[in-house]
DNA sequence: CCGCCTATTATGTCCGGACTTATTGACGGC
DNA sequence: GCCGTCAATAAGTCCGGACATAATAGGCGG
């Protein structure tokens, strides 16, 4: 099939495809490190790195002397989260950040960005450029999408010694709402034909979807979906959406 | 600052130490791979298998041709899950027969498993021994330990083909009650001594605890916790607790 | 001074080899 | 038949090398 150019996610994806397809049974071990290199014509070494890829995504366990085994025929198709202490929040923000700059870069590379450049040069936050969705086919069900290429330079400090201010201050800053509630969502997606032409992806190849959802106390929803590779290499996209209160 | 024997560990818990004591500043820059691989006399490929650990804990991340930049002084104090789907179920059950069985491994090593053996054989679920805490002293808020040594043979299918009674079935053959919720906590967390003492680690050395909480409607509690090694190479030590409701 | 181009550099990927270790299964002794 | 021993096996760890790739820094020309 297609793939990211990599020899060992090539490997980890055709073998993803084959569980998938029960070609390997779950329960059953996979052929030994030796027959797969010999198989896809890599070292062991590059076979061990596509093992390690779907061990992360619990598709296979391993052990010494016995083999590695099926585990699942698919990732885990969601995985919540739910976000309440100090902690969650100060890695929450972090993670938020690295995910924003990453994407701002990817759509800075493809000119996007310049599309419509709009400041909102605030105390934080500094979003440089916004697209925003075509307001003439509104979304369904009310949301609205934003295309956000921002970065919260020097921002460090104040989140370590405010934690949980940032995202917060986002909405704040946006919609001029209190955030009273937050919560995060992973699960499994594969990428939509829209998002792997504008990136570079292939539609349809598998991906993760971190979806994070804030609500402020009148029960307004604001959500940020980000579009993951499964093994957490790089960020192909991200949405800001706003469901009208 | 010895360790598991293997290299990469030890130069991965040498860098998480100097990190942690802030001998390399958060915002900062580790020195090459190239250059660590000659202070550590180890290839280079070593030295990245102890980068990818500190980037697995989230404490480094890396840039091409820029470097491995320290993210954090020390990972996620705390990462909390609900169990609330079927998957999660599954995955969790499975989770906790791997970590029962290393416990009653280690447990029966240490012969602390012949001190009293008391069998429970029930359709599922073998507990071949058990050890009580002093009863003569009983926890101040109430909690009974007990040293678990358990098989769940033949329970695979079982378990596939009815996922989540396992957890809820133990609960039933030891206490009688039917669990209405399960939620699972983990926090980072040092070896206590009595447990470093117990099984051969090194007291204070950092490590993951895992606190799994099963209710009953009543609203008793009933907790297993686990400690792990941070990177998740073994178990150390597994207790469960019963609060009476 | 600005913008383009190029060289440098540190990580990313991959190779092929070697030795270690844990588990299994078979063999042999009791 | 039971138990301990030993060899075979497959994953675990580590080496040293090579080339690819991306981001930076510097040089060059306008």
């Given at each position: 099939?297609?793939?990211?150019?990599?020899?060992?996610?090539?490997?980890?994806?055709?073998?993803?495809?084959?569980?998938?397809?029960?070609?390997?049974?779950?329960?059953?071990?996979?052929?030994?490190?030796?027959?797969?290199?010999?198989?896809?014509?890599?070292?062991?070494?590059?076979?061990?790195?596509?093992?390690?890829?779907?061990?992360?995504?619990?598709?296979?366990?391993?052990?010494?002397?016995?083999?590695?085994?099926?585990?699942?025929?698919?990732?885990?198709?969601?995985?919540?989260?739910?976000?309440?202490?100090?902690?969650?929040?100060?890695?929450?923000?972090?993670?938020?950040?690295?995910?924003?700059?990453?994407?701002?870069?990817?759509?800075?590379?493809?000119?996007?960005?310049?599309?419509?450049?709009?400041e909102l040069g605030r105390r934080w936050l500094r979003i440089s450029s916004l697209r925003w969705g075509d307001a003439a086919k509104?979304?369904?069900?009310?949301?609205?999408?934003?295309?956000?290429?921002?970065?919260?330079?020097?921002?460090?400090?104040?989140?370590?010694?405010?934690?949980?201010?940032?995202?917060?201050?986002?909405?704040?800053?946006?919609?001029?709402?209190?955030?009273?509630?937050?919560?995060?969502?992973?699960?499994?997606?594969?990428?939509?034909?829209?998002?792997?032409?504008?990136?570079?992806?292939?539609?349809?190849?598998?991906?993760?979807?971190?979806?994070?959802?804030?609500?402020?106390?009148?029960?307004?929803?604001?959500?940020?979906?980000?579009?993951?590779?499964?093994?957490?290499?790089?960020?192909?996209?991200?949405?800001?959406?706003?469901?009208?209160?």
């Amino acid at each position: 099939m297609r793939m990211s150019g990599t020899r060992y996610a090539e490997i980890a994806d055709d073998l993803t495809q084959q569980i998938a397809d029960g070609r390997f049974a779950v329960g059953s071990l996979l052929p030994t490190e030796l027959e797969l290199s010999a198989r896809y014509g890599a070292s062991r070494h590059t076979v061990r790195s596509a093992l390690d890829a779907l061990q992360g995504l619990g598709l296979v366990s391993r052990r010494k002397r016995v083999g590695t085994r099926v585990e699942a025929a698919r990732p885990p198709d969601r995985f919540r989260q739910s976000l309440t202490s100090v902690e969650d929040l100060v890695q929450f923000g972090e993670a938020h950040r690295r995910d924003v700059q990453d994407v701002a870069k990817v759509i800075a590379d493809r000119a996007l960005a310049d599309e419509l450049g709009c400041e909102l040069g605030r105390r934080w936050l500094r979003i440089s450029s916004l697209r925003w969705g075509d307001a003439a086919k509104p979304d369904p069900v009310g949301w609205t999408d934003v295309y956000v290429d921002a970065s919260y330079a020097g921002l460090g400090e104040a989140v370590r010694a405010a934690p949980g201010v940032l995202i917060s201050h986002l909405i704040e800053e946006m919609y001029g709402r209190r955030v009273a509630e937050i919560q995060q969502d992973v699960r499994a997606a594969t990428l939509p034909e829209a998002v792997a032409g504008a990136l570079g992806g292939d539609a349809g190849a598998p991906a993760l979807q971190i979806v994070r959802r804030y609500a402020d106390a009148a029960g307004a929803v604001f959500e940020i979906s980000s579009t993951l590779h499964p093994a957490g290499r790089f960020t192909l996209s991200s949405r800001l959406k706003r469901q009208a209160g």
